[in-house]
């Protein structure tokens, strides 16, 4: 059982490194500054190891929000604990499907990293309203330019 709990700080570990990695690898390519101080070289490397860093970073906060919700359950009781697991899955199911979108929003993926290759990617507005709709913000201000938004997808 002991092994059960120290798996998601390990995973989180992991992920932290990796994302701080990758994002520091993206600092050392100019990343940050105007385009017209960048390196011209680098402009190929670095968004390839950008979209690690980004998938790395939300996974890294998924998996500390767990973490933290896994400890509100050994303190919780009765219908807290319930509230806590519905958190527990509606942000799991949420940032998979965010995760997801960012490997899936091109096709083929080396796409996202490279202009040049042929294929098609999902236009970025659709993919904030989709955002948004998955979070529930559209849903909560239901008028008729959100109800149009809705029935588009």
């Known amino acids: 059982m002991k092994q059960e709990h120290e798996a998601y700080p390990r995973q989180l570990q992991v992920s932290l490194v ?3 990695g990758t994002t520091s690898a993206c600092v050392a390519l100019d990343y940050g500054k105007n385009w017209y101080d ?4 680098y402009m190929p490397k670095m968004p390839f190891i950008a979209a ?5 970073s939300v996974l890294a906060a998924t998996l500390s929000k767990l973490s933290f919700a ?6 919780c009781r009765g219908w807290s604990k319930i509230v806590v697991w519905v958190i527990i899955g509606t942000l799991s199911l949420i940032m998979t499907v965010t995760m997801m979108f960012m490997w899936l929003k091109c096709h083929p993926v080396s796409k996202i990293w490279d202009d040049s290759v042929e294929g098609s990617c999902i236009d970025p507005a659709k993919i904030v309203i989709l955002y948004q709709w998955s979070a529930g913000k559209r849903l909560l201000r239901p008028n008729h330019e959100s109800l149009t938004t809705l029935g588009r997808y």
């Open 70 to 75: 896994t400890t509100l359950l050994r303190l």
């Open 38 to 41: 960048m390196n011209p070289a």
């Open 52 to 56: 690690f860093a980004g998938f790395f």
């Open 18 to 20: 990796t994302s701080a």
